[in-house]
């Protein structure tokens, strides 16, 4: 059974940081395009990240490159993000994915809160 955990929620101050991690199981790992996407209320969900099977090449929305960094551990099956100079536009249900081949794995989500 393919399951993909995401961990590090939290409320942070404007310029903060925070990380995210996000544990898969059930499928070939290291052989999976991982993704961060994020949704706003209201709003459409949108890629934040993503970085190739060995980690080799990664991908960044304009509006989080110099801020945000994705990474991978393949022998814990496991991608991060690590998000720093957090505004309150970063608020968010942030969610992991993984695209191997055809399919397509999502994660539950887990909340961001930038806020004062």
């Known amino acids: 059974q393919v399951r993909l955990v995401e961990s590090g929620e939290g409320l942070v101050q404007p310029g903060g940081s925070l990380r995210l991690s996000c544990a898969a199981s059930?499928?070939?790992?290291?052989?999976?395009?991982m993704r961060w996407t994020r949704q706003a209320p209201g709003k459409v969900r949108e890629l934040v990240a993503d970085?190739?099977?060995?980690?080799?090449?990664?991908g960044y929305a304009d509006s989080m490159k110099g801020r945000f960094t994705i990474s991978r551990d393949n022998a814990k099956n496991t991608v991060y993000l690590q998000m720093n100079s957090l505004k309150p536009e970063d608020t968010a249900v942030y969610y992991c994915?993984?695209?191997?081949?055809?399919?397509?794995?999502w994660g539950q989500g887990t909340q961001v809160t930038v806020s004062s």
């Open positions: 970085i190739t099977s060995a980690g080799g090449i990664t």
């Open positions: 059930g499928f070939t790992f290291s052989s999976a395009l």
């Open positions: 994915n993984a695209r191997l081949g055809w399919a397509d794995y």
